[in-house]
């Protein structure tokens, strides 16, 4: 890398930092802020930084990062189980968007290849944003929420022919010709033995690595591996993301895949925000306030069309109305992977520089609208359709209804994830009865064909706890992870009864007396109760009377961890892990010559600060 590469990456990077900055204030995306640092360092805008080769390579291991995170996600079980989902419903979406949008791309262009690929394009949707602002939203396991992944899962898997293709169309022969079967034939070859690598010897290898406990080399293996495999299929002639998704691929079924996806994360995010610096710099500016009103039209068009293609085919495979125009208004957008199809495009010379101009500020225009479409989604549909949305709930609550009304001072389990499980195996143990609510409709039907009481219904809703026998339950035990949802079902059930137990679990400390004045009975938090369980047994093993032992838990637990409240952070503690925290502990020593000597601790002026002195040292 030579140093002016060297200082361009450093003006992106600074910029990039200050942008995010600015546009989270406004809860708007990171990939947003990218993209205008790019337009405005653009030799098109300010011209800061030149559109070099070289700084679009480093910017391409974005796009292999991210391909190598998907692939990470791909598990052959999860496909089996959402096949008709991802198969049938991704599948037909994205023929059928590509063959609308490559027709009206054919007609104006007359160009068969351009409209092959921009088709294609046009199909994506922004896995980035969509998976994010569903999950801040709660609605990630909703009904529209698993149609909307599970479309977006075919499509993230629809982007690797695409990117084999695209290289292809380089030719001035035929199109028949140029799509190369050869090449085709190459890729699967490929696939096979990386396949049969990573099961006979990929495994073994990270099982050996991880054995011998070094972070680094761990961390290096899975950089190791995933840039060799994106380095094997560039040499066959296919596309450097490919190589990083099949790599991904293999080790999805490792026990080690959560960690690889920690560890390769810090790289992905950074890379990937270059490659969307370097899609910014794309767009030209000048050459588009002539266009504006075909970027207006288009960016008009794929909102709207692929709102009602997503509705119609959501509905055909048997969703209900509101589902379906919920999973469309989520998927109406382009997305990430088009900006490296385009960006690939345009280096092979597939697409006319103005149709990239026009596509581009199409895509970028429908993602600066996405979170605002997706937040407001549940409320236009509810409108729209709300004798659907009001009959759905019916038959939801008829159906928690019918498994309430045998049972009488029962649990209600709000959340069947893995603690809800613990949880009720606990309480079957006991012979008592019990009824749990869950969004995930898969666990559902897991559950549900195991013999659990288990049904779909939102905690959040008056109806569902009614229907659940909120009258006549004896406890509630809230295991969400999300506290702002925790604190929606405590306020509900408090409008019903106020002798009620409420059990609630709490990741950390960091809003237990929010949870506590809300109306929750006891809180949970998960990094305290382990400390008082790991001190437990700590203390038997040094002798310690079992009895002194169960005293001091108690009232641990009486005092609502007042004991073990706030620690030191230190170095090592990170920025978000911090801000966190409530009660932060810090040793302050008084040098000579400090103003506090010979001051009694409640005559020092504080300054209204919260603080609270816990201990003196002499």
Same mark, same amino acid.
């Given at each position: 890398?030579?140093?002016?590469?060297?200082?361009?990456?450093?003006?992106?990077?600074?910029?990039?930092?200050?942008?995010?900055?600015?546009?989270?204030?406004?809860?708007?995306?990171?990939?947003?802020?990218?993209?205008?640092?790019?337009?405005?360092?653009?030799?098109?805008?300010?011209?800061?930084?030149?559109?070099?080769?070289?700084?679009?390579?480093?910017?391409?291991?974005?796009?292999?990062?991210?391909?190598?995170?998907?692939?990470?996600?791909?598990?052959?079980?999860?496909?089996?189980?959402?096949?008709?989902?991802?198969?049938?419903?991704?599948?037909?979406?994205?023929?059928?968007?590509?063959?609308?949008?490559?027709?009206?791309?054919?007609?104006?262009?007359?160009?068969?290849?351009? @409209?092959?690929?921009?088709?294609?394009?046009?199909?994506?949707?922004?896995?980035?944003?969509?998976?994010?602002?569903?999950?801040?939203?709660?609605?990630?396991?909703?009904?529209?929420?698993?149609?909307?992944?599970?479309?977006?899962?075919?499509?993230?898997?629809?982007?690797?022919?695409?990117?084999?293709?695209?290289?292809?169309?380089?030719?001035?022969?035929?199109?028949?010709?140029?799509?190369?079967?050869?090449?085709?034939?190459?890729?699967?070859?490929?696939?096979?033995?990386?396949? @049969?690598?990573?099961?006979?010897?990929?495994?073994?290898?990270?099982?050996?690595?991880?054995?011998?406990?070094?972070?680094?080399?761990?961390?290096?293996?899975?950089?190791?591996?995933?840039?060799?495999?994106?380095?094997?299929?560039?040499?066959?002639?296919?596309?450097?993301?490919?190589?990083?998704?099949?790599?991904?691929?293999?080790?999805?079924?490792?026990?080690?895949?959560?960690?690889?996806?920690?560890?390769?994360?810090?790289?992905?995010?950074?890379?990937?925000?270059?490659?969307?610096?370097?899609?910014?710099?794309?767009?030209?500016?000048?050459?588009?306030?002539?266009?504006?009103?075909?970027?207006?039209?288009?960016?008009?068009?794929?909102?709207?069309?692929?709102?009602?293609?997503?509705?119609?085919?959501?509905?055909?495979?048997? @969703?209900?109305?509101?589902?379906?125009?919920?999973?469309?208004?989520?998927?109406?957008?382009?997305?990430?992977?088009?900006?490296?199809?385009?960006?690939?495009?345009?280096?092979?010379?597939?697409?006319?520089?103005?149709?990239?101009?026009?596509?581009?500020?199409?895509?970028?225009?429908?993602?600066?609208?996405?979170?605002?479409?997706?937040?407001?989604?549940?409320?236009?549909?509810?409108?729209?359709?709300?004798?659907?949305?009001?009959?759905?709930?019916?038959?939801?609550?008829?159906?928690?209804?019918?498994?309430?009304?045998?049972?009488?001072?029962?649990?209600?389990?709000?959340?069947?994830?893995?603690?809800?499980?613990?949880?009720?195996?606990?309480?079957?143990?006991?012979?008592?009865?019990?009824?749990?609510?869950?969004?995930?409709?898969?666990?559902?039907?897991?559950?549900?064909?195991?013999?659990?009481?288990?049904?779909?219904?939102?905690?959040?809703?008056?109806?569902?706890?009614?229907?659940?026998?909120?009258?006549?339950?004896?406890?509630?035990?809230?295991?969400?992870?999300?506290?702002?949802?925790?604190?929606?079902?405590?306020?509900?059930?408090?409008?019903?009864?106020?002798?009620?137990?409420?059990?609630?679990?709490?990741?950390?400390?960091?809003?237990?007396?929010?949870?506590?004045?809300?109306?929750?009975?006891?809180?949970?938090?998960?990094?305290?109760?382990?400390?008082?369980?790991?001190?437990?047994?700590?203390?038997?093993?040094?002798?310690?009377?079992?009895?002194?032992?169960?005293?001091?838990?108690?009232?641990?637990?009486?005092?609502?961890?007042?004991?073990?409240?706030?620690?030191?952070?230190?170095?090592?503690?990170?920025?978000?892990?911090?801000?966190?925290?409530?009660?932060?502990?810090?040793?302050?020593?008084?040098?000579?010559?400090?103003?506090?000597?010979?001051?009694?601790?409640?005559?020092?002026?504080?300054?209204?600060?919260?603080?609270?002195?816990?201990?003196?040292?002499?």
């Amino acid at each position: 890398m030579n140093h002016i590469t060297f200082e361009e990456i450093v003006v992106l990077l600074t910029l990039a930092v200050f942008s995010i900055v600015c546009l989270k204030r406004f809860n708007i995306a990171p990939i947003l802020a990218y993209l205008v640092v790019g337009i405005i360092v653009s030799p098109h805008a300010m011209g800061l930084v030149d559109d070099t080769q070289d700084v679009r390579f480093i910017a391409e291991f974005g796009v292999v990062f991210l391909m190598f995170t998907v692939g990470l996600e791909f598990s052959l079980s999860k496909m089996i189980t959402l096949r008709k989902e991802v198969f049938g419903l991704g599948g037909t979406q994205m023929l059928l968007t590509s063959l609308i949008a490559g027709s009206i791309d054919w007609y104006f262009s007359q160009n068969v290849k351009e @409209a092959i690929i921009v088709g294609g394009i046009i199909a994506l949707s922004s896995t980035a944003i969509v998976t994010k602002q569903l999950s801040e939203q709660l609605e990630l396991n909703s009904r529209h929420g698993h149609l909307a992944v599970s479309i977006l899962i075919f499509q993230d898997l629809a982007v690797i022919p695409l990117l084999v293709l695209i290289p292809t169309l380089n030719s001035d022969e035929t199109l028949l010709l140029s799509l190369e079967i050869k090449t085709f034939m190459t890729s699967g070859i490929i696939l096979i033995i990386m396949l @049969a690598i990573g099961h006979w010897i990929l495994r073994p290898l990270m099982r050996t690595i991880a054995n011998i406990r070094s972070a680094e080399l761990f961390s290096l293996s899975v950089l190791l591996i995933a840039l060799s495999a994106a380095w094997a299929t560039h040499a066959a002639g296919l596309s450097l993301a490919l190589g990083s998704f099949i790599a991904g691929m293999m080790l999805s079924e490792t026990e080690y895949r959560h960690q690889i996806e920690v560890d390769i994360r810090p790289f992905q995010n950074i890379l990937l925000g270059l490659f969307f610096i370097t899609v910014g710099m794309l767009l030209d500016l000048n050459a588009l306030i002539p266009q504006l009103h075909w970027v207006i039209l288009v960016a008009l068009l794929l909102i709207v069309a692929k709102t009602f293609i997503v509705t119609m085919l959501c509905y055909l495979f048997g @969703a209900t109305p509101g589902v379906s125009l919920r999973t469309g208004l989520v998927l109406n957008q382009g997305g990430e992977f088009g900006f490296a199809l385009l960006t690939l495009a345009f280096a092979n010379n597939v697409i006319e520089p103005e149709t990239i101009q026009i596509v581009l500020s199409a895509i970028i225009l429908s993602m600066m609208l996405t979170p605002w479409i997706i937040t407001n989604n549940g409320r236009w549909v509810k409108i729209i359709f709300k004798q659907s949305y009001l009959s759905n709930r019916q038959k939801i609550i008829n159906k928690i209804e019918q498994n309430s009304i045998p049972l009488s001072d029962h649990v209600i389990i709000c959340g069947y994830g893995h603690i809800g499980q613990n949880i009720s195996r606990f309480i079957e143990e006991k012979s008592q009865n019990y009824i749990a609510l869950d969004l995930d409709s898969i666990r559902i039907q897991e559950a549900i064909e195991a013999g659990e009481t288990v049904v779909y219904g939102d905690p959040i809703h008056k109806e569902v706890l009614q229907a659940a026998g909120i009258n006549k339950a004896r406890a509630i035990v809230v295991t969400i992870k999300n506290n702002s949802a925790a604190k929606k079902i405590i306020r509900q059930v408090r409008t019903f009864r106020n002798d009620i137990p409420i059990l609630v679990r709490s990741i950390d400390e960091t809003q237990l007396d929010e949870l506590y004045s809300e109306g929750a009975t006891d809180v949970i938090p998960e990094t305290l109760e382990s400390s008082i369980i790991m001190a437990s047994h700590l203390l038997i093993h040094l002798d310690v009377p079992l009895n002194e032992i169960t005293k001091d838990i108690a009232r641990a637990r009486r005092d609502r961890y007042k004991f073990l409240r706030g620690y030191y952070p230190g170095d090592e503690a990170s920025h978000e892990e911090s801000s966190k925290i409530n009660e932060h502990m810090y040793t302050m020593v008084l040098h000579p010559g400090s103003r506090a000597i010979g001051m009694r601790i409640g005559d020092i002026n504080l300054d209204g600060r919260d603080i609270v002195f816990t201990a003196l040292r002499r």
